[in-house]
Structure formats: C-alpha cells, structure tokens
C-alpha cells in the first residue's frame, strides 16, 4: 500500500501550495475520520476546481490548484495529490473516451483536432478494503445544472458538454462512500491501473503532437470563457 501513498513530480503534494491547503482546509485532523477526509477533499476538487481545460494532461497537483479549474486527467491529478497528502491511499485508472461527450464544451477546431478516442483518467481511493472510483470529480454542480438538460440522446444514454451517462436524471455526484461516475458511459478502451499519474501520462497524453498543443493553448482560454457563460446560464 506504501506505493499509493508516494509523492510523484506531478503529485507534489509537499508544495507549499498544498500543504497550506491542506492546513487552511484541517483536512488532516484528528477528529475526521477517513470517510470524512475524502468527502471533504472530493467535494473541494470538483466544486471549487471548476470543470475547465488545462495547458494539458501531465500537469503538477499545485499548478492545477492554482488554475482553479481541470478536466478528467488533471483533477485526478489534484484529487490524488490532496488524499496522498492527508494519508489516503489512492491509484489513477486510464481509459480511452469516444470524443462525441465532449460536444458542446468543445467545439470548432478544437473539436476537429480532438482525437476521435481520447486518453481519460479517474482516480481510484482505497475505503473500507477496497477500491471506490471517484470519476464524478470532473463535473460541478453549477455546471450541471446548467447543461443536463441540454445532453443528447446516444446509444441508450445521454453525452454531451464533458458528460456521458445512461441515465441523466439519476446523476448524483456527492460522494456517499460508494463510487461516482459521469464519463464513464463512453468509454471505449480500458488502459489498465497505474499507481502514479507519471507513470499513466508517460505512455498515455492528449497533448503529445506539438502542433495540435500549440492550437489548443492559443484557444483554450476561449473555451474556459465559454464554459464560465454556460454556468453563469448565460
């Protein structure tokens, strides 16, 4: 179990950044129990890191956190960086996502350049002897509730706006001690367990081809801008 609790380069949850955090936060209190801690830690990674798009995948916990936003890869990142720092084992499981439940938070360009199987993560906690998947960190909840309802019908379930789901009435994303998911219904490829994000992001990125990486970060602040409007409802 000792792995699951390693700080890597990317979970650099010794930062200053972080241990401050964590401090400001009390996540490391005695009186919290382990399901607490996740709680807690869950629910600030997914409401207050808005649901946004990042320089890239394999990007550092304290620059997540500095951003105030992410997507599936880097709040994963962060999520892992923050339980490790508290003493809360945790792994990454890596995946391949059909791009079509990107629609509407991705468009033009930067959809086109999108590959048609994108690289996907969620982290993994180990609770209660076994392993929980905490995928519904990626979405929060004033962007939700702007966007389910717009979400299209497609193979028996519902994609669209950064989600994928089967059912998108019965969404629910507070953590419960059970798992939570929200991307999941588009998966298309199972990558296998990884005990470090490093080690996933070394063999598995979106952002490897420099040229669609250039594009990408002269248009992404536009995208977290329209992003921002749909949550405001506007």
Not at 31 to 56: H, M, P, Q, S, W
Not at 112 to 140: C, M, S
Not at 200 to 223: C, D, G, H, S, V
Request: hydrophobic share 35%; aromatic share 12%; net charge positive.
């Amino acid at each position: 179990m000792k792995k699951y609790l390693e700080s890597t380069k990317l979970l650099d949850f010794h930062s200053s950044e972080i241990q401050e955090l964590i401090r400001d936060k009390k996540w490391s209190e005695f009186e919290l129990n382990d399901e607490e801690k996740i709680a807690t830690v869950y629910d600030f990674v997914r409401n207050d890191i808005k649901f946004g798009y990042n320089r890239g995948d394999d990007i550092p916990a304290s620059e997540v956190l500095k951003d105030g936003y992410g997507q599936c890869n880097t709040k994963s990142i962060l999520l892992m960086a923050l339980l490790r720092g508290i003493g809360i084992p945790c792994r990454i499981h890596g995946f391949f996502i059909d791009k079509k439940m990107q629609k509407g938070a991705l468009t033009g360009i930067i959809y086109r350049l999108a590959p048609r199987d994108i690289v996907h993560a969620w982290t993994e906690v180990y609770f209660n002897n076994k392993w929980l998947t905490l995928e519904g960190v990626i979405i929060d909840d004033k962007y939700l509730y702007q966007v389910r309802d717009k979400l299209s019908k497609y193979n028996d379930g519902y994609i669209g706006f950064g989600i994928s789901v089967q059912d998108k009435e019965k969404i629910s994303l507070c953590w419960n001690g059970n798992s939570t998911y929200i991307q999941s219904y588009s998966i298309t490829k199972d990558l296998g367990l990884f005990h470090s994000p490093d080690d996933f992001f070394n063999e598995y990125n979106n952002t490897k081809n420099k040229f669609k990486k250039a594009i990408f970060n002269m248009l992404r602040k536009r995208i977290n801008k329209k992003l921002d409007t749909i949550r405001r409802g506007t």
